[in-house]
């Protein structure tokens, strides 16, 4: 099971850095979701990966599973929405500005 959520992690990982170095900006804002939920999954799966088990230690439980990385990965959730829409917003903006949704904008320069 360990190996698994360790290749999911690795291939949110490389699939969000490789759509971040695109030069638009949808695709910037997909691969910084993905990086996003591989820091969820990676926050998550350190508190040990226990099936069956409870969220919180009480008497006469020998099995629980650690509550803080739950919370953590849900506040992480949330803030990474509101990140997405601020992204969103601000990219939606640039390209109602200027027409054109390239990051790097080549018409400053001598583009034809």
């Known amino acids: ?50 099936i069956g088990a409870a969220p919180v230690l009480s008497d006469g439980m020998e099995r629980y599973a650690d509550p803080l990385p739950q919370a953590l990965v849900l506040t992480a959730i949330v803030i990474s929405f509101g990140m997405t829409a601020v992204a969103v917003m601000i990219a939606l903006g640039s390209y109602l500005g200027s027409d054109d949704d390239h990051i790097d904008d080549p018409r400053g320069e001598d583009a034809t």
């Not at 992690?9 to 996003?36: C, D, E, K, N, Q």
């Open 1 to 50: 099971m360990e190996l698994l959520v360790a290749s999911a992690i690795g291939i949110l990982t490389a699939g969000g850095i490789y759509l971040t170095l695109r030069l638009r900006t949808f695709p910037v804002i997909l691969g910084i979701s993905l990086l996003t939920y591989a820091v969820n999954v990676f926050l998550f799966a350190s508190g040990r990966l226990t």
